[in-house]
């Protein structure tokens, strides 16, 4: 068995996360978010127990259901479970212009930072699951250390800088991807 932290052989480059499949207490409310601010579109909801949301027509992103937490509440603080879920955007403008949308929601945020290799918003969504709205900048763009390593970091995102980004053109869209 390998020691951790260490892996046999890499795993394929082309290999990317699918989707996130999230419980939730009220469905209602959850699309609410994901749907009416983030802007997610359903792609199948099923009654008032599951729905399926993306972007650009993939069958899924992101999944929403209530199977086993129908009225339920959030994880206690420091028990284990899912940290955030990542949205990942294009651009800086289109990540420019869910946080507009998600200023305009009356939703605060509970972070923003520079990483170097991408620049992150953390919020909460009504179930108070984790979420980061990032863009990654582009790989020549990334900080390195003499040695060449990756030297990722965090510093504070000017917010008056991404709030005042140019609206993204979503006509330049290419079609479904990953989030």
């Known amino acids: 068995m390998a020691s951790l932290g260490s892996a046999p052989h890499a795993t394929d480059p082309q290999v990317r996360i699918g989707h996130v499949h999230l419980k ?3 469905l209602k409310r959850a ?3 994901y749907s ?8 199948q909801q099923m009654g008032d127990s599951a729905a399926f949301l993306s972007a650009g027509g993939y069958h899924h992103h992101l999944a929403l259901n209530t199977w086993e937490s129908l009225g ?11 940290y955030h879920t990542a949205i ?6 289109a990540l420019a212009d869910a ?3 998600v200023v305009s929601a009356g939703i605060e945020l509970e972070g923003a930072a520079d990483h170097g290799v991408s620049e992150s918003l953390y919020l909460r969504d009504p179930d108070a699951n984790g979420v980061e709205l990032t863009w990654d900048k582009p790989k020549e763009q990334w ?3 003499a040695n060449g390593r990756l030297a990722m970091f965090t510093r504070p995102l000017d917010l008056h800088e991404l709030f005042s980004e ?3 053109d979503l006509h330049l869209s290419s079609g479904p991807r990953d989030l």
């Not at 009416?36 to 792609?43: A, N, T």
């Not at 990942?88 to 403008?93: K, V």
């Open 166 to 168: 140019p609206p993204p």
């Open 72 to 82: 339920g509440s959030p994880p206690d603080a420091g028990a284990t479970g899912l």
């Open 24 to 26: 939730v207490a009220d």
């Open 88 to 93: 990942l955007y294009p651009t800086r403008a």
């Open 99 to 101: 946080f507009r949308r």
């Open 143 to 145: 900080p390195r250390s």
């Open 31 to 33: 699309l609410a978010f």
């Open 36 to 43: 009416g601010v983030l802007g997610l579109e359903v792609m």
